[in-house]
């Protein structure tokens, strides 16, 4: 059984920065690609930033220079670092990552709660 727990989420003001963490446990062999989606109300979940087993990064154009994804391969963990955060970045953050038992599989984190005011 796989789980991921999310946290870190909140409410921030402009300019201001927030740190998500998404720690995985359960029966893991290894752990390659981790990533960040959130969801705004009436909109698409759209991939935010997604970290590879050799640390390759990509990020969505709306955070690039503002958001940095990282993880802890010990801790089984992922994270992200907002930064400079804007009200368009007020959603519900996921974390997704691809878990190998025996086979790869892919799982949700249950999301967290940004809100950035102005």
């Known amino acids: 059984q796989v789980q991921l727990v999310e946290s870190g989420g909140g409410l921030v003001q402009a300019g201001g920065s927030l740190r998500l963490s998404c720690a995985v446990s359960?029966?893991?062999?290894?752990?390659?690609?981790m990533a960040w989606f959130r969801q705004a109300p009436g909109k698409q979940r759209e991939l935010v930033a997604s970290i590879t087993s050799s640390s390759i990064t990509n990020y969505a154009d709306s955070v690039k220079g503002r958001f940095t994804i990282s993880r802890d391969n010990a801790k089984n963990t992922v994270y992200l670092q907002m930064n400079s955060l804007k009200p368009e970045d007020t959603a519900v953050y996921y974390c997704n990552v691809w878990v190998v038992t025996t086979l790869p599989r892919n799982y949700w984190g249950q999301g967290t709660q940004v809100t950035v005011s102005s």
């Open positions: 359960g029966s893991i062999v290894s752990i390659s690609t």
